[in-house]
């Protein structure tokens, strides 16, 4: 049998049709943690001398990683969108390829910030909640679970981009006024198309009914959302979050919502993932909590994986990637 050229390290078993993909080519050892992703320890060592990573948004993929790695590492390519778990700048510096699953899974995303819209506010885990808890006697009730309106209502987005702009064409099936606030260009197009409003940042707080969030994450947007922000919503808002945890201050945000500042929350993602036990969010009646799934759809999640492989695969053969992070690079 013919030598396999390259040594590839995968950080958590993803769907088909990656593994098999890469493994025509390459010798591949796919982490085994019975669900769980690798830990520091696990990822150092198991990197050693691979020419190409393929990782997740829970791995850490900075210089420490690239030591471990070694002279060999050619590309880590990350089966997400975002790649602010990777040190692009250190991968740049050494010649090392960074690249992502692009815009694959904005309607996926989409989808779920607009449930979240609707479970948020028309009260629906706690209708479900009522039904099988056996709690509900007495049937229709003229006060009973009574929610808030999404239709004709407005809907602020922080950064209108692919998933924020997906977003905003549901809520036009809704009959809301869109205003949106993006921290650098303005989306001329969602403008002429559906008549967004681009709003500074205080405005946006004070007049959105359903806040929705679609930025990336960085350092002048991390904890954007805080309590000078959250003391200017309405208090029969709510705030919904797809897109990175830590652009919420948590903290902030459970002080807002124990004291009423706003109506509630619906939270796909988290400052830590999983919450600790011992977090109030678990606890609260007036927030709809998922455990990070907004690209969880078999459909998405298979092209993810496929990107993931050729973006590592063309990058191994001295091909062009599918989606680059990180195009000034100088490979190796």
Known sequence: ?????????????????????????CSVIVANHRGRPPTRNELLKAVRDKDAILCTLSDIIDAKVMDAAGSNLKVISSYSTGTDHIDIKEATKRGI??????????????DLAFALILATSRQITQGHELVTSKRWKYGWDPHLLLGSDVHGMTLGIVGLGRIGSAVARRAKGFDMDIIYHNLHSRNIQMEEQFGAKHVDMNQLVEESDFLSLHCSLNSESYHLINESNLRRMKNDSY???????????????????KQRWIAGAGLDVFEKEPPSPNN??????????????????????????????????NVLNRKTAIYLANPEVNPR
């Open 280 to 313: 109030p969010l678990l606890k609260m009646k007036n927030v709809v909590l998922l455990p990070h799934i907004g690209s969880a759809t078999f459909l998405t999640r298979t092209k993810m994986a496929e990107v993931a492989a050729k973006n590592l695969l």
């Open 97 to 110: 390829y960074v690249t992502f699953t692009g815009d694959i899974l904005t309607e996926a995303t989409a």
């Open 239 to 257: 705030i919904i979050n797809t897109a990175r945890g830590q652009l919420i201050n948590e903290a902030h945000l459970i002080k807002a919502l």
């Open 1 to 25: 049998m013919k030598p396999k050229k390259w040594s590839v390290y995968i950080t958590r078993r993803i769907l088909d049709p990656a593994i098999p993909m890469i493994s025509k080519e």
